[in-house]
Every structure is written in structure tokens, then in C-alpha cells.
């Protein structure tokens, strides 16, 4: 969300800035709110000075001993028309933020611009993709064939895009989320939490999700409770109507959750494996930062995610989304795409995102200093990394010949294997 007073004063240029994004705000609408507003604000003024300076005549007619009563009738009738004048003014203030709450975040000038996800710029590559001397499978294939992965069941007890995982199909799940947690706690600085799996509409309002993107959770009937879409929602809420300790930023945590997603507008996409599910395990990093130094921290938090895919010696690519491609809250992100020999293509696996001050507004988060004036501070989070798309791609790029998948070294102390083999073999 924006600042109310910069976002009216700067109404036409970020009106330009968000056309790059292929959102049309409606100018108009807003001004027209803006000058009704205005004009219960002046107003409501002018009654009160009008009332202000006629009690000025109370002292002087009880002075002269005259009855004061129509003259107070007429005081009170004005405070009332001004608290009504205030009221409608107020009113409009809460359309007006109604309408702010669902404008999206103005891109970083870094950030290209472009039309749709083409216009996604790669900035960097690491690893080679595997060469096989086979037709290599994809995961719904060898997952199946190897007895750790079964989606005829999970769609039994649950419905499509459910998984169920067995044996060292589901051990592996656990080690990745553990390995993620160490890599990111031990190495790289993150404090590990562990939130609720269920937030309230408070929270996914402080992060971006409500009111826009409701049709994309999950919610609790008859509660307030929702299934959390990422553990950003729990993380960056931690905070909510809290002031921070700027001298104690950058904050920096890390936590494994379910993640829940209804997949609205999906329909058609990744149906097949598990690339698409309604419910995936992921470990996210979340951020804190000053504003002077929040792009630096993009930076390396994305670099952090990067780290744990080569350190599982997985190819990725690493590209800056374009104007077009870019999450509504989100200034500026970054898509790392881990490759996938199933599909023969990068697919996203981890998106690095600087919310500015967006989601800090919303969630209503600053910070200080001694005796400084508060400021919102900028949030940032990742996907460190998505633990289903990991999975998938160990089994897609490891697979052998006679249809083993070899682990990962870095895995082989957390699963306690050194390769994944079909029960009948």
C-alpha cells in the first residue's frame, strides 16, 4: 500500500509507472473521491470557526443578562453538523484507502519493461544440464515406477493435484526441508521459526493477499482462519503493528510450512506430477531491512536460495521479472529456475521478491532509533527453496540408466542412502 499523501499528490506518474505493469488506475475515481473529500473537509471548517466564533457572544449576553438558551440550540446544531461533515469526510477516506488496497506496488526502475513473462530478462546461469545416453523420464514416471510417489491414492483420499509419498520418497521430502533449514540457519544467518499452518484475515491483508487474491486460499469455514499460501504470511506478520529496533535490522528468518493454494485461474497448467499442487511443503526466507539498503539485501537473499541448489549440484538459470510477470505487492523479482530434463525446460523454483515499504504499510511495521521518527521498513522474501519442485528435480536429473536416482552428496547424511532404487529391483 501507499503512502495516502504521496499517492495523491503523485497520482498521474504512478498511474504511468503502473501502465508498465498492465494495470490501468483510475485516476478519476480517485480524484473525484479526493475532491469530495476536500470539500466536507472545508466545510466542515468553516461550521466550526462559524461556531467558534459565535460562543464568543455567550459570555457577552449572560453578562447582560440575557437568556442564552436559542443561542446554545444553535451552537450545538452547528457542532452536529460539523461532526456529520467529518464523518462523510472520514468516510471517504476509508473508500478511498478501499480503493488504495487494491493498487499494486510500483515497479523498481531496474525492473524491465515488458508485456508478458518473453519480457523476463536473464541475468545469470550456473551448472550445466545433465547428458543422458537414455531417453531420460520425467518425475510422474519414475516416481511411480521407484514406489515413492503415488497420486491415484492421494487423488482417492483427497481429489487431484494431491500427492502421497512413500517410504524414501517421503524421507526425502524431510531430509530437503532439514538440509534447506541447516544451510539457511547455519550458513547464511536466518533465525529458524516455526508459525501457525492458519492466519487471519489480518495477516494475509498485511501481506497482499486480501482482498484481491482471496479466491486463491484456502478458508476455514465459519472462522476467521485461512491455510497459509506461504510461510511469508506468518513471517512478515510477526511484526504486525510492532516498531522495531532499526539498529537491529536486517532481520532475517526462515521457516518450513505446508503451503496452501487453491490454483484459481490455473487450470491447464503443470497439471501433470507435482510441479501445480493445492498443498506443497516449502521453506521460505523473510527479511527486515533498512530502506537505504533493502536492494543490497535482494541481492543476497537471493543468492542465499541459489546456494542451496548448488550445493545439490542442480543447473539453474536466474532471470529479473519484467513489468508484466511480477507478483502485485512485489518493487522488484527475481525467478531462480531450476532445470527439469522431464519437461526439457527451467522451471521456477524459488521467486526473491523486495516489497519496499508495501506490505510494511499495510502490516503497519517500522522501526527506529533512539529518538528518531519511525519509519516503515522494507520486506523482502523468497522461496529458500520449494521443496516439492527440489524433490522432483533431484529425481529428473539424478536418474541412472537402469533406473536408480543417485542422491545428491550433500543429502546422503539426512537420507542415509546413496541412491533411490525401485522395491522390485
Same mark, same amino acid.
Given at each position: ?37 476536500? #470539500? ?10 462559524? %461556531? ?22 444553535? /451552537? ?26 487494491? +493498487? ?44 515413492? /510417489? ?12 494431491f500427492a502421497v509419498y512413500w517410504g524414501l520418497g517421503a524421507k526425502l521430502e524431510r531430509a530437503l526441508i532439514n538440509f534447506m533449514l541447516d544451510v539457511h540457519t547455519r550458513e547464511h544467518g536466518y533465525t529458524e521459526v516455526l508459525p501457525p499452518f492458519m492466519v487471519n484475515s489480518a495477516s494475509l491483508y498485511g501481506t497482499g493477499q486480501l482482498p484481491k ?14 491455510? +497459509? ?56 526466507? +523473510? ?10 539485501? /535482494? ?6 536460495? #541459489? ?51 508495501? %506490505? ?38 539424478? %536418474? ?10 550433500? /543429502? ?14
Amino acid at each position: 500500500m501507499y503512502d495516502l499523501s504521496f499517492f495523491r499528490q503523485n497520482l498521474d506518474a504512478i498511474a504511468t509507472r503502473l501502465a508498465d505493469r498492465g494495470f490501468t488506475l483510475d485516476v478519476e475515481a480517485f480524484r473525484k473521491l479526493d475532491a469530495k473529500r476536500r #470539500e466536507w473537509i472545508t466545510e466542515a471548517e468553516k461550521t466550526k470557526a462559524q %461556531q467558534k466564533l459565535k460562543s464568543q457572544d455567550i459570555p457577552i449576553l449572560k453578562r447582560a443578562g440575557q437568556d442564552t438558551g436559542e443561542l446554545q440550540e444553535e /451552537l450545538r446544531a452547528l457542532g452536529d453538523y460539523a461532526r456529520q461533515l467529518e464523518a462523510k469526510a472520514t468516510e471517504i477516506d476509508e473508500q478511498y484507502r478501499s480503493l488504495l488496497a487494491g +493498487v499494486p506496488n510500483t515497479p523498481h526502475p531496474s525492473v524491465p519493461t515488458g508485456k508478458s513473462a518473453d519480457d523476463n530478462v536473464e541475468v545469470r546461469r550456473h551448472g550445466t544440464p545433465p547428458a543422458f545416453s537414455f531417453q531420460p523420464k520425467a518425475h510422474w514416471d519414475l516416481g511411480p515406477e521407484l514406489g515413492i /510417489l503415488d497420486f491415484e491414492r492421494a487423488a482417492k483420499i483427497t481429489g487431484a493435484r494431491f500427492a502421497v509419498y512413500w517410504g524414501l520418497g517421503a524421507k526425502l521430502e524431510r531430509a530437503l526441508i532439514n538440509f534447506m533449514l541447516d544451510v539457511h540457519t547455519r550458513e547464511h544467518g536466518y533465525t529458524e521459526v516455526l508459525p501457525p499452518f492458519m492466519v487471519n484475515s489480518a495477516s494475509l491483508y498485511g501481506t497482499g493477499q486480501l482482498p484481491k487474491f482471496a479466491a486463491d486460499q484456502f478458508k476455514v469455514e465459519n472462522t476467521d482462519y485461512w491455510l +497459509v499460501p506461504t510461510a511469508e504470511v506468518p513471517l512478515t506478520n510477526l511484526y504486525r503493528d510492532e516498531t522495531l529496533d532499526l539498529d537491529q535490522l536486517p532481520i532475517k528468518l526462515c521457516a518450513y510450512t505446508p503451503c496452501f493454494r487453491s490454483e484459481a485461474g490455473s487450470y491447464g497448467r503443470d497439471v501433470r506430477g507435482i510441479i501445480r499442487q493445492h498443498q506443497f511443503q516449502k521453506v521460505e526466507l +523473510v527479511k527486515f531491512a533498512r530502506p537505504e539498503s533493502s536492494y543490497d539485501e /535482494l541481492e543476497s537473499l537471493t543468492r542465499d536460495a #541459489e546456494h542451496i541448489l548448488e550445493k545439490l549440484g542442480l543447473a539453474y538459470r536466474t532471470v529479473v521479472l519484467c513489468t508484466a510477470d511480477m507478483g502485485a505487492s512485489s518493487a522488484k523479482t527475481y525467478d531462480i529456475e531450476v532445470w527439469l530434463p522431464g519437461l526439457n525446460e527451467y522451471k521456477e523454483i524459488s521467486s526473491c521478491s523486495n516489497y519496499e515499504a508495501y %506490505q510494511a504499510r499495510r502490516a503497519s511495521i517500522r522501526a527506529k532509533s533512539g529518538k528518531s521518527k519511525a519509519e516503515y521498513v522494507h520486506t523482502l522474501n523468497g522461496s529458500g527453496l520449494a521443496v516439492g519442485r527440489t524433490w522432483l528435480a533431484i529425481l529428473e536429473n539424478y %536418474q541412472q540408466a537402469d533406473g536408480r536416482v543417485v542422491v545428491p552428496e550433500a /543429502l546422503r547424511p539426512y537420507l542415509g542412502v546413496e541412491s533411490i532404487s525401485s522395491p522390485l529391483k
